[in-house]
């Protein structure tokens, strides 16, 4: 799924959207219900009973004596709290007009299956326990949840003032950190890669060897070039001699996880801190995706706090927290 300015809130709903469905149900049919409207029992059950059956089914021993007695009412108390905020989710959605087009469900599914391939697709809800409808539940309650969230912060506005005051109190969010422009050759043997390290700190066309002898097929066309990299996202053995090169240099044999490296750090950029001038859409977007998160957190709050809950058997509604809590 797409990231969404709204994430934190999704994080918190997205689960049980798969098989929500209101009823307005007496309290006899419902298990919970949520200023009125019933939360259908059957729906609430079938929700915990397949998380607990994904439990089990990765640890029997989970759900026995009172350690299985305590995951047994913390999942009725999650799943409860998920179906409530999608009850006040969906009620607020219909109190602003907001309404999702008529194919946006259809549509987000098939480009979900053209992603990962319709086999795997199915074999991942499958998993899950999910049937094709829960999992367009679950879609059609995430799209709800950022139409409402647009609606909400439209009138949002960030001019570059307020950006460039941001970008001055929170500098740290914009500090660009080492980085090196780096190319390898990979081999298979200790040997292979003396020889080839031997020849390319003679100054041999360091691309050039790349290109005739590399492992690495991704980028053996491109000279064994790997672009910039960061701290913490290559094999530590690999990244202790990239960064300890200078530009130009060339390194001995590097033993990492899949081979044997010969590396050269082509360039070096320091950690820095950009001027405002260099990040102005960056720092709009980042106050913008700021201000809207906290303007929808404090209307999900005001929610919550007015919401009239009843989830006896599972716990009490806390609306200072939007959470159903040990009684």
Same mark, same amino acid.
């Given at each position: 799924?797409?990231?969404?300015?709204?994430?934190?809130?999704?994080?918190?709903?997205?689960?049980?959207?798969?098989?929500?469905?209101?009823?307005?149900?007496?309290?006899?049919?419902?298990?919970?219900?949520?200023?009125?409207?019933?939360?259908?029992?059957?729906?609430?059950?079938?929700?915990?009973?397949?998380?607990?059956?994904?439990?089990?089914?990765?640890?029997?021993?989970?759900?026995?004596?009172?350690?299985?007695?305590?995951?047994?009412?913390?999942?009725?108390? =999650?799943?409860?709290?998920?179906?409530? &905020?999608? %009850?006040?989710? /969906?009620?607020?959605? *219909?109190?602003? !007009?907001?309404? $999702?087009?008529?194919?946006?469900?259809?549509?987000?599914?098939?480009?979900?299956?053209?992603?990962?391939?319709?086999?795997?697709?199915?074999?991942?809800?499958?998993?899950?326990?999910?049937?094709?409808?829960?999992?367009?539940?679950?879609?059609?309650?995430?799209?709800?949840?950022?139409?409402?969230?647009?609606?909400?912060?439209?009138?949002?506005?960030?001019?570059?003032?307020?950006?460039?005051?941001?970008?001055?109190?929170?500098?740290?969010?914009?500090?660009?950190?080492?980085?090196?422009?780096?190319?390898?050759?990979?081999?298979?043997?200790?040997?292979?890669?003396?020889?080839?390290?031997?020849?390319?700190?003679?100054? =041999?066309?360091?691309?050039?060897?790349? &290109?005739? %002898?590399?492992? /690495?097929?991704?980028? *053996?066309?491109? !000279?064994?070039? $790997?672009?910039?990299?960061?701290?913490?996202?290559?094999?530590?053995?690999?990244?202790?001699?990239?960064?300890?090169?200078?530009?130009?240099?060339?390194?001995?044999?590097?033993?990492?996880?899949?081979?044997?490296?010969?590396?050269?750090?082509?360039?070096?950029?320091?950690?820095?801190?950009?001027?405002?001038?260099?990040?102005?859409?960056?720092?709009?977007?980042?106050?913008?995706?700021?201000?809207?998160?906290?303007?929808?957190?404090?209307?999900?709050?005001?929610?919550?706090?007015?919401?009239?809950?009843?989830?006896?058997?599972?716990?009490?509604?806390?609306?200072?927290?939007?959470?159903?809590?040990?009684?």
């Amino acid at each position: 799924m797409p990231d969404s300015l709204f994430t934190l809130f999704k994080a918190g709903v997205a689960l049980a959207l798969s098989v929500l469905l209101l009823a307005l149900a007496g309290c006899s049919g419902s298990a919970i219900t949520v200023n009125g409207n019933g939360i259908e029992r059957a729906r609430f059950q079938r929700e915990v009973n397949r998380r607990l059956s994904m439990v089990q089914k990765d640890d029997p021993g989970e759900l026995k004596g009172s350690r299985g007695e305590k995951l047994k009412a913390s999942t009725k108390r =999650e799943v409860a709290t998920e179906m409530i &905020k999608r %009850v006040l989710v /969906d009620a607020q959605a *219909r109190k602003l !007009g907001v309404a $999702l087009p008529v194919d946006a469900v259809n549509r987000k599914v098939e480009d979900e299956q053209r992603k990962v391939g319709s086999d795997r697709f199915f074999s991942d809800l499958g998993k899950q326990k999910l049937t094709l409808e829960d999992y367009k539940r679950k879609v059609k309650g995430e799209l709800l949840v950022d139409a409402l969230g647009q609606k909400v912060c439209a009138e949002v506005i960030v001019s570059r003032d307020d950006a460039e005051s941001f970008y001055l109190t929170h500098k740290r969010l914009f500090t660009r950190n080492v980085m090196v422009h780096v190319a390898h050759i990979l081999l298979d043997t200790q040997g292979e890669a003396d020889a080839v390290a031997a020849d390319a700190r003679r100054g =041999e066309d360091f691309s050039r060897i790349a &290109k005739q %002898v590399s492992k /690495d097929n991704a980028t *053996r066309v491109n !000279g064994g070039d $790997l672009g910039w990299i960061e701290k913490g996202t290559m094999d530590p053995m690999f990244e202790k001699a990239a960064f300890s090169l200078k530009s130009g240099e060339v390194s001995g044999v590097v033993q990492a996880s899949d081979g044997f490296h010969v590396i050269k750090t082509l360039e070096r950029r320091e950690a820095s801190t950009p001027p405002f001038s260099e990040v102005v859409p960056e720092a709009m977007k980042m106050l913008d995706s700021r201000k809207k998160e906290e303007i929808f957190s404090d209307f999900l709050r005001t929610i919550y706090a007015n919401a009239i809950v009843e989830a006896d058997g599972v716990g009490k509604w806390d609306p200072r927290i939007g959470m159903v809590v040990e009684r």
